[in-house]
């Protein structure tokens, strides 16, 4: 029987080239997936989550445009 490590390696190595071909915004939103499965367990991040959503629920969010403007993208 193959350890749980064993198959981890194994999936990631068949994962990793097909990472390597992909184009940097599909790059950027594979991390981000991956960086939220890493959070998504954590109660600090799920009550930061929760208190976004209330934020937006409440008609405090902001527009893509002022978004990027803040990000100095705009």
Do not use: N, W
């Amino acid at each position: 029987m193959k350890s749980a490590l064993t198959v981890c390696s194994m999936v990631f190595a068949e994962l990793k080239p097909q990472i390597e071909q992909l184009d940097p915004v599909e790059r950027l939103k594979a991390f981000a997936f991956l960086k939220h499965l890493l959070r998504a367990d954590d109660p600090a991040y799920q009550a930061e989550i929760a208190r976004r959503h209330a934020d937006i629920d409440a008609g405090k969010g902001i527009t893509l445009s002022e978004a990027k403007r803040r990000l100095g993208e705009a």
